[in-house]
């Protein structure tokens, strides 16, 4: 079973430090809910662990099966096992969406993919998310609706295959037909014994995929790394707590605490 294992881990944009000592580990199977009040590292983060080039890494490890995940290229990490469905796909004019799944695909494999066999993964995967087939034939993310962005990110996903799935608000832009829909797909893939860490602003999403754990991050840190009744508990009350109950002070956070819930938005109010 690949492990990820992150220690001590601080990182910085621009040289403002975000992550102030991440501590994590999570596993194949398992299925984390990443929350915390916005500005608070969250994305920081499942950037961080991609190897995104806007994000320094001034401090601290991690590893994948062994494998110092720091010392390797974003598409070496890729191959590893590790995927980030981002918060807000690029548009890439050019590059037809078809061309660029299949040289992933590709990527990944010992040898390439057949057509035949790519435009029936293809088929089958879009059909599971209820996205129109021509989609593919156009160029990457360019004049995509929010929700297709999305979709198209659960897309690569499916087609990948890897060990470790980081989705960044994969569920933001998607009306509740098409949550359903992408929750379906997530549940399909941790019946395969994915791992998951999920960012969401939405109580919905996180009801439909029943998450193992979750880890709370308040100031650069995990504040709380716990079961998933802190789901509930946060998106009912907010964050308070974290101030009342573990003595942590929580900066630039809302006027009212205790009328925001996950991420720092309404979200009860936005899904009735």
Known sequence: MS?????????????????????????EGETVAILGPNGHG???????????????????????????VLKLTTDERARLGLFLGMQNPSEIPGVINSDFLRAAVNAKSE???????????????????????????RS??????????????????MLLEPKIAMLDEIDSGLDVDAIQVVADV????????????????YARLFDLIQPTRAVVIVNGKVAIDGGP??????DQTGYEFIKTE???????????????????????????
């Open 111 to 137: 040898k390439p993919i057949s057509t035949y066999q790519f435009y029936k993964l293809l088929d089958r995967a879009t059909k599971e998310l209820k996205m129109p087939f021509d989609l593919a034939t």
């Open 3 to 27: 492990t990820l294992v992150i220690k001590n881990l601080h990182a910085e944009v621009d040289g403002k430090e975000i992550l102030k000592g991440i501590d994590l580990k999570i596993s």
């Open 246 to 272: 573990l003595g942590i002070e929580i900066s630039k956070e809302e006027n009212n605490m205790n009328t925001v819930s996950i991420g720092s938005c309404a979200v009860k109010e936005s899904i009735k």
């Open 229 to 234: 009744e802190y789901i509930k508990r946060i």
């Open 42 to 68: 969250k994305s920081t983060l499942l950037n961080v662990i991609m190897g995104h080039s806007k994000y320094v890494v001034t401090k601290g490890s991690i590893f994948f099966d062994d494998i110092d």
């Open 140 to 157: 990457l993310n360019e004049g995509f609706s929010g929700g297709e962005k999305k979709r198209n990110e659960i897309l690569q996903l």
């Open 186 to 201: 997530i549940r399909e893939e941790q019946k395969k014994g994915r791992g998951f860490l999920v960012i969401s602003h």
